[in-house]
Each structure stands twice: as C-alpha cells, then as structure tokens.
C-alpha cells in the first residue's frame, strides 16, 4: 500500500489565486513528520514546510500553510495568492518515528505538478 | 551558507560500468541521505550516513553503496550499471536531531544516463 497519495497529477491554477494541493498518508506509527517539498524543473528539491503529528496547530510559512487533519490522515499545502514562479513538481514526504534504530528516510507521493497561468 | 553540494551535474555511462557520485553536506550538518529519482516519480531512499556508517537503508541492491568522510561529505557508488539505474539522485543533509522532526535540504542532484 502507499504511504503517501498526491491525487493531483496536474494542476492548472490562475496568478494570484489560491491553491491547495492534496496528499493523504497511511501509517500505523503515532510519531512522524511531514514534509511538502517544491521541484522546478532545475531538478532540485526545496522544503517548504513541516507538520509533526503532535503538533496542535498547523504550520504556517510565508504564503505556505498545512491544512493538518490528522483523524483523515491528510496534510494538505495551501499556497495562497499563487504567483508564476510557484509552477514546479510539489512532492508530500514523510518520515516516520519507528520503534527500531536509526532514523528512516523520507517517503515520497508521485507529486503534482502546478503551473500557475498569467 | 554554502548549501548541500552534489558533482557531476551530469554523467553517462554504459551498462556494466561503475560509477561514483559525490556530496557535500550543508554547513553544520552531519547526517546524509541518498536518493533515487526515476523521471516522472517521487525520489525514493536509497541509505543514510551518519558517523561514518550506514545507519538505514531503504530497498535497493548491494551494487548500490556509499561512504562517509570524517568532514561529512559523502560518495554514492553504483557497480554494474543497469539502464534502469537512469535518474536523478539526490543527496540531502540533516542535523542529528529527532528522527522525524528533522528537515532534510537537498541538492542540485546528479542526472545520470546508462547507454
């Protein structure tokens, strides 16, 4: 089964609106992070924002907030008033905490790719 | 703040060949993290280093292997080339902090090519 879904292949989204791209996870595991990443087409990937599942509020930076339902297991990015340099790959990621040694890497959706037109 | 670092940017190779990718890991960062991205998907993990040593692994092959210096840069060697290994991999860096909590920063990647 997949840890992470992004049901979003594609997005096409107007300048200066706001956006919200989906991602649900599984895991059986009470402690874990999660992690949405932004990838142009340079190839490199930027952290955006984090949620810690015991975090009560949801994170929030710049124009980049996590809407954070942990009961449905979703941890939505919502990019408000979107601009023509947010058109890239966004990948949601997440680590777990784990009972065992050593810390795991982080797992990966398909992503969605945004284009934002003028 | 010099970021995470990754050399070559480019390389192709023909099947059966080895090849070695290197990382420099960001400022005061300690822990690195390969990963495996095939065009079209989410980067899968490869291993992680820290003090020197694989600590985690993720589901890849023995011919996949990697080492850690004492100044925290790290190689990613790949032995017996398959066109299947074509992607991007990327290396992130962390702080030893709580496994989950840490954020990972990535590099540019190195796009490779098997012929």
């Known amino acids: 089964a997949q840890k992470i879904t992004q049901t979003q292949p594609g997005m096409f989204v107007q300048e200066k609106e706001a956006v919200t791209l989906d991602c649900t996870y599984d895991t059986s595991d009470p402690s874990y992070g999660l992690f949405w990443y932004k990838q142009p087409s340079s190839g490199e990937m930027i952290f955006l924002i984090y949620?810690?599942?015991?975090?009560?509020q949801n994170a929030t930076e710049g124009r980049y907030s996590l809407n954070f339902q942990k009961a449905r297991k979703s941890a939505n990015l919502v990019i408000s008033a979107s601009q023509l340099g947010d058109s890239a790959m966004y990948f949601c990621a997440m680590r777990e905490g784990g009972s065992g040694g050593g810390a795991d890497g982080l797992t990966f959706g398909k992503g969605t790719h945004l284009i934002i037109q003028p | 703040d010099a970021g995470v670092t990754q050399s070559p940017t480019h390389l192709i190779k023909t099947r059966g060949q080895q090849v070695t990718l290197r990382c420099s890991p960001k400022s005061g960062h300690d822990t690195v993290s390969w990963y495996q991205q095939a065009l079209g998907q989410g980067p899968q993990f490869i291993f992680q280093?820290?003090?020197?040593?694989?600590?985690q692994r993720g589901n890849f092959p023995d011919r996949f292997s990697g080492h850690q210096f004492p100044n925290y840069s790290s190689e990613l060697n790949v032995n017996a080339l398959l066109l299947g290994d074509s992607a991007l991999y990327l290396c992130?860096?962390?702080?030893?902090?709580?496994?989950?909590?840490?954020?990972?920063?990535f590099g540019p990647g190195t796009r490779l090519t098997v012929l």
């Open positions: 992130a860096s962390s702080l030893p902090g709580s496994r989950f909590t840490d954020t990972q920063y």
């Open positions: 280093y820290y003090e020197e040593e694989e600590r």
């Open positions: 949620q810690g599942s015991y975090d009560q």
